[in-house]
């Protein structure tokens, strides 16, 4: 199927990605099925599509008449068969393996056969998710960045098995969205991971080590890199518990004791401080 047939598109899990995408598709002129476990998920996740939708009639990115049009082409439903009509489908479940492969198995079995099976993991590796499916060849990686409305880059992942036609398609698609497509294979940690994830273990290690403590990590990254967000400023919106994740993916799928996580970042999501949405991290977070 090429981006031009594409009119339909479900998303999986309407969490902090999932309404994102949403958000996207539907702000370009898709319609979109959003699907999640439970109507207050779904709710959840439109309140959020609502808020940011605001948010970009204020910057004057959207006009005002367009909120309704957008949120009219949302639908919210439970039950799997709904999103049966999509050519398109983005998975932004949580990120495990096995609530992947229920969500994967069943999305298989009620689309039609052209339909493309995206996923928006970060960590998992496209080339397993998409054995896990009878569509291989229609299976693709779209990894968004968050917050999904505002960041332009979507990395899109060439499983093993991925064909031509899907892999074109989706980078097609990103373009339509006004996201900028980046082609990259799969492996683990992809490159935004493979590249980001080590840089902020390190500057965790500065912390452990005494080098420097971590608002002058992040002055150095900042005004000496021009990064917008300093790396440990950055962890902590991710959240450390994922930082932690993503290099155990590192470590195991390369075999480099490089990759090895920061004892600090353990230590710290051991105590339960995991960052902004923890109110702790490295920085301390107002309710
Ligand atoms: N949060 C990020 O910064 C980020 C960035 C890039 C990629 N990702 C990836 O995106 C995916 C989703 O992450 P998130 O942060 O949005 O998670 P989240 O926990 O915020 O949202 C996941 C949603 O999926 C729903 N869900 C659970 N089981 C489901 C099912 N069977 N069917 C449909 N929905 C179901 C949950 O109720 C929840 O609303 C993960 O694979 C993650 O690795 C996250």
Request: with cysteine.
């Amino acid at each position: 199927m090429s981006a031009n047939e594409i009119q339909t598109v479900a998303v999986l899990g309407a969490g902090t990605m999932g309404n994102g995408i949403a958000h996207v598709f539907a702000r370009a002129g898709y319609r979109v099925i959003l699907r999640d476990v439970e109507q207050r998920f779904l709710e959840r996740g439109l309140e959020t599509v609502t808020k940011n939708l605001d948010r970009e009639i204020k910057k004057g990115k959207l006009a005002e008449t367009e909120r309704a049009n957008v949120l009219a082409r949302i639908s919210l439903v439970t039950d799997m068969p709904a999103i049966a009509t999509a050519d398109f489908v983005v998975e932004a479940v949580p990120e495990k393996i096995e609530i992947k492969r229920a969500v994967l198995t069943e999305a298989d079995s009620v689309l039609g056969p052209d339909a493309i099976i995206a996923s928006n993991t970060s960590s998992i590796a496209m080339t397993t998710l998409a054995a896990m499916t009878k569509r291989a060849d229609r299976f693709v990686g779209m990894h968004f960045m968050n917050p999904v409305p505002m960041m332009l880059l979507v990395e899109v992942i060439r499983a093993l098995q991925t064909s031509d036609a899907t892999f074109s398609t989706t980078i097609n698609l990103a373009e339509k969205l006004g996201k900028k497509p980046v082609a990259v294979n799969d492996a683990p940690g992809f490159v935004s991971n493979r590249v980001l994830m080590p840089l902020i273990n390190e500057a965790a290690y500065c912390v452990l080590e005494g080098v420097a403590t971590a608002e002058a990590v992040d002055a150095v990254m900042k005004t000496g890199m021009n990064h917008p967000m300093g790396p440990l400023e950055l962890a902590d919106f991710i959240g450390l518990d994922v930082c932690v994740d993503i290099m155990h993916v590192l470590q195991e799928g390369l075999g480099d004791p490089k990759y090895r996580a920061c004892p600090l970042l353990k230590k710290y999501v051991a105590a339960g401080w995991l960052g902004k949405k923890s109110g702790r991290g490295f920085y301390t977070y107002q309710p």
